[in-house]
């Protein structure tokens, strides 16, 4: 089993949309989760950083399951700029400095 | 404003000369990493610094090598790129580890002809 899981999609999605990824994640002593945009060929952009309680940013929705160890992004009234590969990262554990990327999910958004 | 740069943006070499990527970070960050990515796939790990003390990954060819002269600089060299060397290289920075946000810079698209 990979060690960070996630449909690569693409997700393809009207303006206006919700829409929803989840992530899976292997290493059930993982302490810190995010979501990382990345538009195409550019680097990975912090997007949202994800805390136990969920945390909201705009139209974005972040949370956590740990029962279940996934982590899930959902987007609201989606834009065309919203379209972009958006890649999971569970950050390390037990002192190790090295995250674990997800592939990455690819969302599309058609006007 | 503080950031993660990379140069040349784009390199292309010829199959088996040696090539070096740089990358400087204005953050004053102690973790420094280098990661390969082919399209569609997920950033790859090649090494990382903590401070000065220097980390391989198992898989990473031995073809790539790494410096990190001081905290601002690091460097990858590739001895003799091959064809399958073609990717996307960034450079990443974390203030001590992989708890915490990474910050990229734009990266090097490496062309080997």
């Known amino acids: 089993r990979k060690e960070v899981e996630q449909d690569p999609g693409p997700f393809n999605v009207p303006e206006g949309a919700t829409v929803a990824f989840n992530c899976t994640y292997s290493?059930?002593?993982?302490?810190?989760f995010f979501w990382y945009r990345q538009d195409c060929r550019k680097e990975p952009k912090l997007l949202m950083s994800?805390?136990?309680s969920g945390n909201e940013d705009g139209r974005f929705t972040a949370q956590l399951n740990r029962a279940s160890q996934y982590i899930s992004l959902l987007i609201r009234d989606s834009k065309l700029s919203d379209s972009a590969t958006y890649l999971c990262v569970v950050g390390a554990s037990g002192g190790s400095y090295i995250p674990t990327f997800g592939r990455g999910t690819s969302l599309i958004v058609h006007p | 404003d503080a950031m993660v740069i990379q140069n040349p943006r784009y390199q292309v070499t010829q199959f088996g000369k040696p090539v070096t990527l740089s990358c400087s970070q204005t953050l004053n960050h102690n973790v420094m990493y280098w990661y390969q990515q082919k399209s569609s796939q997920a950033p790859k790990l090649l090494f990382h610094y903590y401070d000065k003390d220097f980390n391989n990954e198992a898989d990473t060819p031995d073809n790539f090598q790494s410096r990190r002269p001081n905290t601002s600089f690091c460097f990858l060299d590739i001895r003799s790129p091959g064809l399958g060397d073609a990717a996307m290289y960034l450079c990443?920075?974390?203030?001590?580890?992989?708890?915490?946000?990474?910050?990229f810079g734009p990266g090097t698209r490496l062309l080997v002809l």
């Open positions: 994800v805390y136990s």
């Open positions: 990443a920075t974390s203030i001590r580890g992989g708890m915490e946000t990474q910050y």
């Open positions: 290493n059930s002593a993982s302490q810190s």
